[in-house]
């Protein structure tokens, strides 16, 4: 053997941070439910208020808490900058979110949150037949004849009621489709960026 040295480098680490919200989270969850009853009315069951920026701007006036959700999601976005060594805020960050309900079938399909330092979501209300939030690692779509093994390129949390999850926008995640439960899945999702890349 003429090898003299053998030294393994792993890098390449992904930041998540899970907090857990102390809220009115059943206040939350029904106020969301019904908007968005109320939304689909007459019409097909739409699951979140993201499509539409006047509906979400009037689920947003009403909702239950909001100024203390704000907070605790700049609170959270303060801890992820500082725990992951990203630059802090200096200057107001901006913040955008919007609410879902997933029943018996509903389902998000892979995707990013381009436009944005920062992804989460707040899980007000959450059973055990609720689906998972799965992440991909940022190499998935990447490995060709790699043999990693499988478990090391996914990730899937199962969010309890008041769990709040915030990991980079940039990171693929989806939610599979929503199994029969007593109680709806509801997710309010965010967006957090520098408040400099929207002025
Ligand atoms: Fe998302």
């Known amino acids: 053997m003429s090898i003299s040295d053998i030294k393994h480098m792993g890098k390449f680490h992904v930041d998540f941070l899970r907090l857990v919200l102390d809220l009115p989270h059943e206040e ?3 106020y969301t439910i019904d908007f968005l009853e109320e939304e689909s009315k007459g019409k097909e069951w739409s699951r979140t208020t993201y499509h539409s920026h006047e509906a979400n701007n009037r689920w947003m006036a009403n909702l239950p808490h909001k100024d203390k959700l704000e907070e605790d999601i700049l609170t959270a976005a303060k801890e992820f900058v500082k725990r992951s060594g990203r630059k802090e805020f200096k200057e107001d960050p901006f913040l955008f979110y919007w609410g879902s309900v997933y029943k018996e079938h509903d ?7 381009p436009q944005s330092l920062i992804a989460g979501t707040y ?14 690692a940022p190499w998935s779509s990447h490995i060709m004849h790699d043999t990693l093994p499988f478990s090391d390129s996914m ?13 980079p926008s940039w990171i693929t995640h989806r939610v599979h ?23």
């Open 28 to 30: 939350i969850s029904q």
């Open 107 to 113: 389902q998000h399909g892979a995707h990013t949150h």
């Open 123 to 136: 899980y007000p209300q959450s059973v055990a037949e609720s689906e998972s939030i799965t992440f991909e």
């Open 155 to 167: 990730f899937s949390y199962h969010p309890n009621t008041g769990d709040c999850m915030l990991w």
């Open 177 to 199: 489709p929503q199994k029969k439960a007593d109680k709806h899945r509801v997710a309010i999702s965010f967006n957090l960026d520098y408040g400099r890349y929207h002025q």
